[in-house]
């Protein structure tokens, strides 16, 4: 089975529908934080009606160690495992990504899952929700590194969540105004940027198909 992003169709009526964003967590470890930020970030958009937003907890899809033999940027995905991540992720117009910072950088479950795909991902947008010691900075840089690869389109504002000042005792999620505000702002980029390129008929869940 094959991945492709057709070309623009000239000419093309901006989508009328809504673009779809999938907020992901980023962390499958037992007892984490990812799913408190993760729906606290769904609740804030959820009054929006701009886009759609859904929570993708990549735990749901069990993936193993990235085991295609062909480079994702083939499109020649083997497994029903990768089938099953491809389609979800290709569903979407544009991502949230929710990560913590494992030692001075993204988790390798999160790593793991983007590199399982590409077609999936490329030409689209993504904002980012870090946190950690110091609001999970350095995660969020590496993953712009990351997905600037696979020409996922970096939005400007990140927001950063720190254990000191959004959980109580470094435990129990409890966030301030401030993070609130910078959601609100990185999901305006978001859908903006998301829906301009729509418009231009350039990226969009409607254009990744599979052979
Ligand atoms: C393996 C590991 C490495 C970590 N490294 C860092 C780090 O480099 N910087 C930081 O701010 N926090 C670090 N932490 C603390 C995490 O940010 C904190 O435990 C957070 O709750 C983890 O997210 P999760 O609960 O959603 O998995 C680390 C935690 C783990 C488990």
Redesign the pocket.
Do not use: D
């Given at each position: 089975m094959r991945s492709t992003i057709q070309p623009p169709i000239t000419g093309q009526t901006a989508p009328a529908s809504r673009p779809k964003v999938a907020i992901i967590v980023g962390?499958t470890?037992p007892?984490?934080?990812?799913e408190a930020?993760a729906t606290w970030v769904h609740t804030l958009a959820a009054h929006r009606d701009d886009a759609t937003f859904e929570v993708v907890d990549i735990a749901d899809y069990a993936l193993p160690h990235l085991d295609e033999p062909v480079p994702p940027r083939a499109g020649h995905y083997s497994h029903p495992h990768t089938h099953a991540w491809a389609q979800k992720i290709g569903s979407y117009d544009a991502y949230v990504f929710v990560t913590?910072?494992?030692?001075?950088s993204v988790?390798g479950a999160l790593k793991n899952a983007i590199d399982f795909l590409y077609a999936e991902w490329n030409g689209k947008a993504a904002g980012f929700v870090g946190?950690?010691?110091?609001g999970?900075i350095?995660a969020v840089e590496h993953l712009r590194q990351i997905l600037g690869d696979l020409e996922v389109a970096p939005m400007p504002t990140t927001v950063a969540l720190t254990?000191a000042d959004d959980f109580q005792d470094h435990v129990h999620f409890t966030p301030g105004a401030v993070p609130a505000e910078n959601v609100a702002l990185m999901l305006d980029e978001l859908v903006a940027r998301t829906a301009r390129s729509r418009a231009a008929g350039r990226v969009g869940a409607d254009l990744v198909g599979h052979e």
């Open positions: 962390s470890r007892g984490r934080k990812a930020v913590p910072e494992y030692n001075a988790p946190y950690g010691i110091q999970g350095r254990l």
